[in-house]
């Protein structure tokens, strides 16, 4: 029986449709050479170019069909030119991540073999940051105090999201152990030695980390943190922290894996899941199709792990790898990557050089036919 899958595709702004047209044909391509799965794609508008057009950044149209769709794929989002009244960036995807409970922000930092990296490295490195995506320090985003002679924001920690959030790292832990891409470990990264907010954070942490006696569980400070992802980013597998220690540190990743263009992250709720590039919608290099797609491809990449994984659909996983894979090779390779990477690419010649490296794969799967 083939389960189908309704993909909501948010297209963005700036190079954000570049990007997307063909990390979907990508997805297409490999969905068809299955038998248990298929993907339909709904595209939806947002973003700041749709905003400028009609006035609305997120339609409820457009949200109402995120909600209905099993996965939610959106493209880089915002323009510095367009900006509501107040003068704030429009970013609908922080009204997903609020709108949906998003709690998990899932930033793999993963430098593989022959990616540029600023670090001297003999190792590959392959963690994953856990950031808290709906409260923390942004609990009061739009909302804080501001006088003349002083200015407060309000940090806000719950038992409740605390409790789902490591719950989703400890289970991240034991599925990347369990494909033998981490040993196991989850380390949560705070500031409890001065504020009683991150005392309590450790403490629903610790909680969790009773329940998973196979797993390995561990305290880091986050300017440590910041210290120990330069000096030994390998010693890492998942870390798991508050909202604004996440935002900071999954740039600090995005830097030692050569830049944005090759960071994908995942927003991922109960019921919800947002997969998405780190980077912004570069307005300096859109329209003329040289922009990096893998951040993109690399989150769809992610999107077909998580669905195969919340469906039991191994083929979907299986895909979700390969995709990864396929893209690693292409960087090692690196004679067809775009011109950030060194290479003299465009958006869809890279992608080309992904769907080759995946149909070579393909075919050395194949089982000889017996004579
Ligand atoms: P935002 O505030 O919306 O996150 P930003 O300030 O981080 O955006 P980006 O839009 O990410 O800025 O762009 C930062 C720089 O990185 C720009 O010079 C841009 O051209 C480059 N850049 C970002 N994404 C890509 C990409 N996919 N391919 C090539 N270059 C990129």
């Known amino acids: 029986m083939t389960q189908n899958f309704e993909i ?10 570049e990007i997307m047209g063909p990390t979907v044909d ?3 391509a490999l969905a068809e050479r299955r038998s248990d799965y298929s993907l339909s794609f709904i595209n939806v508008p947002a973003g700041a170019s749709h905003y400028a057009q009609t006035g609305e950044s997120l339609p409820e149209a457009s949200l109402d ?25 429009i970013s609908p995807q922080i009204e997903l991540r609020k709108k949906l409970q998003l709690y998990a922000g899932v930033r793999p930092v993963r430098i593989a073999k022959g990616q540029r990296t600023p670090l001297k490295l003999q190792d590959e490195v392959d963690f994953v940051l856990v950031r808290e995506s709906t409260e923390g320090l942004f609990y009061s985003q739009g909302a804080g105090e501001v006088t003349h002679t002083e200015a407060r924001e309000t940090l806000r920690i719950t038992r409740d999201t605390s409790e789902k959030l490591f719950k989703f790292s400890f289970e991240l832990a034991k599925q990347r152990k369990a494909s033998g891409r981490g040993p196991g470990r989850v380390t949560c990264v705070d500031k409890a030695n001065v504020f ?11 909680e969790e ?7 390995t569980a561990d305290h ?3 300017d440590a943190t910041a210290l120990w992802m330069v000096e030994k980013p390998q010693t890492f597998d998942v870390m798991v922290t508050e909202n604004m220690f996440g935002d900071i540190l999954s740039d600090l990743g995005a830097g030692l894996m ?5 960071a994908p992250s995942a927003d991922i709720g109960d019921d919800h899941a947002v997969f998405q590039p780190c980077h912004g919608s570069a307005p300096d290099i859109a329209g003329q199709g040289i922009a990096n797609p893998f951040a993109m491809v690399l989150s769809a990449a992610m999107m077909l792990e998580w669905l195969g994984i919340n469906h039991n659909i191994q083929s979907m996983i299986d895909d979700g790898n390969a995709l990864r894979l396929a893209v690693e090779a292409v960087i090692e390779d690196g004679s067809k990557t775009t011109r950030d990477l060194g290479g003299k690419s465009d958006t869809r010649g890279a992608c080309a050089a992904v769907l080759e490296q995946l149909s070579c794969a393909s075919l050395s799967e194949q089982k000889p036919v017996p004579a």
Request: hydrophobic share 45%; no cysteine.
């Open 65 to 89: 069909v995120a909600r209905k769709s099993d996965a939610i794929l959106l493209s880089a989002m915002g323009l510095p030119s367009v900006r509501y009244e107040d003068g704030t960036e």
């Open 258 to 262: 050569g830049g944005l263009g090759l």
């Open 8 to 17: 909501a595709v948010f297209d963005g702004d700036g190079i954000g449709p």
């Open 26 to 28: 990508l997805l297409r």
């Open 220 to 222: 880091a400070y986050v």
């Open 196 to 206: 009683r907010a991150f005392a309590f954070f450790r403490s629903i942490f610790d």
């Open 209 to 215: 980390a009773a329940k998973h006696p196979e797993l």
